[in-house]
């Protein structure tokens, strides 16, 4: 299997290296180490740093691990219940889309190399709005310009192999109906005392549906509707914290409780009648005062691109035929 190496070389002449919005979780971190190379530990998406948009994944099996990630084409580390662990994004990009991020995870029948990830799904992390920040403003997302997302194994889940899926969902077209999914999925095997019995189960596709509020969401406004998480609710098996840490590794060790990424709050929230995200008269005209320019980090232009075209700030930049962006 270490033919991984080549490829990694290959791609990583090939690959951009000016910054941009988009991103791809590659390199597996577990308690705080990087394990592996970029892809060893993760099955590699053929769609590079394309997002995957609402129409294309909503009700695909490639809602699962992204467009291309194959069983098999990955190797499978092993975990113990109560280890962290991280999915860092590839050339140390970070999330500079607004929107909530999340880890599912589903047991392989068997090994988890030839599982396809068409069994049962459970949600163990979910990271939405911090501190009470609002949903239009995109330093409120605790994911926001992080360049990782991590989970806790919670303490007593069964003992197996499983696909663990790692998932960002940008929402700043949302109101259009293109939220973009950024997943990917690690293989590991988890090693513990078991005991729990993780749920609500879920399958994917199938778990989100497009008018679902969280996915089909309008922030544009300058008072937006509470932020409803999109899937099932976090299991919780009562002796590990379902929350994520998003914090950067420097400030992990000491500000790990003060870190609170509060997603499950706005869920209780008497979710005022959502700003009908079908209508997309004049998508960033309201509360922003942008008018029908982008935002800086906002996509400005590429192939099949319908969006705003100029820039609010920033200069609109070339990264590719599909995507041009506001730097
Ligand atoms: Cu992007």
Redesign the pocket.
Known sequence: MKTTTALSSLLLAAAPLVTE??YIFSQLIVNGTPQGKDFTYIRQNSNSYQ?SFTSEVMNSPDLRCNKGAKAGSAQTYTVKAGDKVGFKLWFNENIE?PGPGFVYMSKAPGSVNSYEGDGDWFKVMESGLCNGGKANTDASWCTWQKDRIEFTVPQTIPAGEYLVRVEHI?IHESHVGKA?FYMECAQLKVEGPGGGVPGPLVKIPGMYKAADPGIAYNKWTSNPAPYIMPGPAVWTDGATSTKGSISAPAAEEEEAPAEACSAAPVASAAPAAPAAPAAPAAPAAAGGGVGAKATMYG?CGGMNWDGPTACAQGTCTKSNDWYSQCV
């Open positions: 919005a988009h997002p889309h940008a973009q996509q």
